[in-house]
């Protein structure tokens, strides 16, 4: 299968513990007001990659604890994002942390939801919510939740909510992307 990607960066240490390979799928129907990733919404601007090529990338970021992956809409591409995951975990004992703007109990009922869900160790959900936003750390707005699906970051929940945001900065063919969740003061936020 090919998955519709806005944007990797092989290793970040702003969206989630550890160094994880950040993978921001393209796509989103929900537009939320103050979105800070509006360039990863519309399906007909991102680049579609086979799931066993990136597999691979993500095999090869062994200085990686794991794979964070936002967007864009995650759960509107589960089953390819099951394959991939599926396919990485093959070869290396990655953890999955999954941001999407559905709630828990919606996933389900998705398409290839529930495979994506089996294979996430942490979810954070629920859309972005601008009068929500309270500036904590590694979540866009206060109704958004943290679940630990598995035991894997169960002992590291307190991260999530804590004070202070962290950022950090990537150039791509002169274009700077701030990866982390910034405040929406910061003038240069393009991805979540
Ligand atoms: S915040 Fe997330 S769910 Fe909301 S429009 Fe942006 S990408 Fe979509």
Redesign the pocket.
């Given at each position: 299968m090919k998955l519709n990607v806005y944007t990797i960066e092989r290793s970040i240490t702003t969206l989630g513990p550890y160094k994880r390979f950040g993978l921001w799928v393209q796509g989103?129907h929900?537009?939320?007001p103050g979105?800070?990733?509006?360039q990863?919404?519309q399906e007909s601007d991102g680049r579609w990659i086979d799931t066993g090529a990136l597999s691979w990338e993500i095999i090869a970021a062994k200085e990686t604890e794991g794979l964070t992956i936002s967007?864009?809409?995650p759960f509107l591409q589960a089953s390819a994002l099951a394959e991939l995951i599926g396919k990485v975990k093959a070869f290396r004992d990655v953890g999955v942390i999954i941001?999407?703007?559905f709630l828990l109990e919606e996933l389900d009922a998705l398409p290839g939801g529930r495979d994506l869900l089996s294979l996430t160790d942490l979810l954070i959900d629920g859309?972005?919510v601008r009068e929500l936003d309270d500036g904590k750390s590694l979540r866009?707005s206060s109704n958004q939740r943290v679940h630990a699906l598995t035991p894997r970051y169960a002992s590291l929940l307190h991260l999530y909510g804590a004070e202070g945001r962290p950022t950090e900065e990537f150039w791509h063919s002169g274009t700077i992307h701030t990866v982390g969740i910034p405040n929406q003061a910061s003038p240069t936020s393009t991805l979540?």
């Open positions: 989103c929900r537009n939320c979105c800070i990733a509006g990863s919404h967007g864009g809409e941001y999407t703007g859309p972005y866009g979540k």
